[in-house]
């Protein structure tokens, strides 16, 4: 072997300088935002839900302040490509698209986050229950194994065709398209917290917290939920995106909301203009674009949020490289060259 | 004599899996006297880790299961005890540190928010005495002696639920200067330098001897009667283990604590313990005080394991080993477990299980036991 140069310090593990690491209560947003700055495209995906989150709470408070348009007010033009004076065009009744699209906002971002949410809430809380107490021949096994055939019997039909055929049931209206959604959506939340459960429960740190005296419940809800809450808070962030489309899906085939009507919505709105796409194709382009911008942008959102909830991934933001790297080992000069001299021509 | 503070009776452990039986632990019977060591060694998979597992109830069951046997801590059984009572055993009845301190420690939380865990759960014991189940006695080891509550103080003091849903409910106290100084003083009792950076640090930024050295400090913040040491330190590498030595041993000094010193080291088991009991398949096969076991085995698979270990000042020819392999635990040798590869093995260790270890009484010379399993016990330490 050829000697080699001493190799320089390696970086520290922790960087000291200041400003490095901030701590305190604010830490977790310092990272947050070194995050943010180091991975544009997150940063792409906040800004823009930050947007629609803002001009959905504009709409829903005063829509003077955005809109120039009701959803049902005529604007005097018909069939009007984008202009100034309306960007997203008109329709054949006059009313003017970009508007809609605007107002359908609070709508969207509302149900997107209502039914995820309480999809989360719902299916998280049986989803740790059935994953946490299901040893078998005890009451805790018997309600998990109830609980994961009862989520076998939703998941067993094809989601989109239950949510469909419980929205024909109900009857026509915001309401009764969001039960249905809910009514198909807890058991994958049910699923995923369980798998999750599992994985960590028998972690070694978890018998470590239990021989240290604390007690079961407690396990649950710090040592094993903390543990999970990650990969959950990511997947309900791209869920919102999920349930946006499935949404839209709904309002599209079962027609749940009358477009044009005091509430737009994106995918009413398709299904209303799907008959001059070819004529018109900014009647159906701005709404499904909404959909597609919203969607894109919260799967932005939960990649990032990965990055910054995982204190393990955080290391890469801690450990800046101080140190320039190692350079290629120098051989020593009276070291014999291990490289086979080439025969010389003759 | 005085009373033991972990009697362990005819334990024995099976694990289940599919339709094979494994006996993990045949019947295991030893004690501990307060302010003890007892070295346990035997080679891998001899069942020391489901010892100090099963004795805290942290086996996991099923694949696990107790057959028969007891578990008498403190004068309680712990066996029949339901599994709600179980947190208040342990912590600060029994502590543990565990084999993997890679992996011990909770990746979420800062090396702050393990240990203040660990005194809050101490606290609130001791504030509320009897409200979760069995009142915990207080160790031997109190480094920061309590003053006593006086009426007053008691009558004041808020009235909290008991039980897991209690715990659950109970705020966690807010970061009060006196756990934190606590946790400080405990960083600082495991010799860690710079306590006020390492408080900050997630595990993962930790190195192997650093996050060991805060699960012994999370393990003596709950101030055990009984500490269990489940080889502590296999996991480091050979510099780091022997510090982590060097300190268990200052601490064994200095906290007075009974402890279970679990190890496949016989050198660590040489310096640390009192008292040395060993494992072969399943079976606790000689116990006795350490310096005794050491000189006059009286089992032949303790000589062998003796033999076997390399000396330093030993260096004629290879190593000695022991004939033969480690039976299946599932399907165990009638009679004597070692009599397969037993040099002194007559006809009837292959029928006749030996004599139990509790059976023995007291020797009159250093008025302990030191009992073997053995037929031959003299036979043994004769060669």
Redesign the interface.
Known sequence: MAFTAPPPPAAP??DHRPGARR?GPLEPLWTFGRVLVTNPLSFAGFVVVLLMAGAAVTVQLDPRLLVPYGPTQFTGAYHQAPSLAHPFGTDELGFDTYSNVLLALPTDLGIGFAIAGVALLVGGTLGLIAGFWD??RTVGGAVSVSLLRLTDIFLSFPSLVLALAITESLGRGVDQAILAILATWWPYYVRLVRGEVLAVK????I????????????IL?R?VL??ILDPIIVYFTLDVGTVLVTFSTIAFVAKPIVYPGSTPEWGSMIYFYQDYASLYPWLILFPGLAVFVAVFAFSLLGDGLRDVLD??SR?AFVRAPTVAPPPPPVPFAGAPSLEPTPPEAT | MTEPILTVDGLCVDYVVGAGRFRALDDVSFTIEPGRVLGIVGETGCGKSTLA?AI?R?L???PARVRKGRVVFQGTDLLPLP??RL??????????I?Q?PL???????RVFEQLA??VR?RRL?ESVPGARGAPVEPGPFDYTRRPLESPAEALSRPIRPGG??G??LARPAPVSREVRDEVLEYLRLVRINDPE?IL???P??LSGGMRQRI?IA??LS?KPALLIADEPTSALDVTIQAQVLTLMKELIEEVRASILFISHDLGVIAETADDLGVMYAGHLVEVGPVAEVFDRPRHPYTRALLRAAPSRYKSDGPLDTIPGSVPNLSHLPAGCTFHPRCPIARPVCAVDPGPPLAARAPSPGTGRVHASACHFPEEVSGR
């Open positions: 593990l922790i701590s040893r078998p028998h972690q070694p740190y018998t470590a917290a239990r021989a240290a005296g604390v007690g079961e419940v407690r809800f040592h903390r543990n204190p393990r290391r | 597992h805290p942290l996991p069951e099923p599994r709600g947190p208040s055993i342990r912590g600060t009845g029994i502590g543990m565990f993997e992996n011990s420690l909770n990746p979420s939380f865990e660990a759960v014991r897991p849903v715990e659950a950076t900050r640090l997630y993962h930024e699960m999370m393990a709950e």
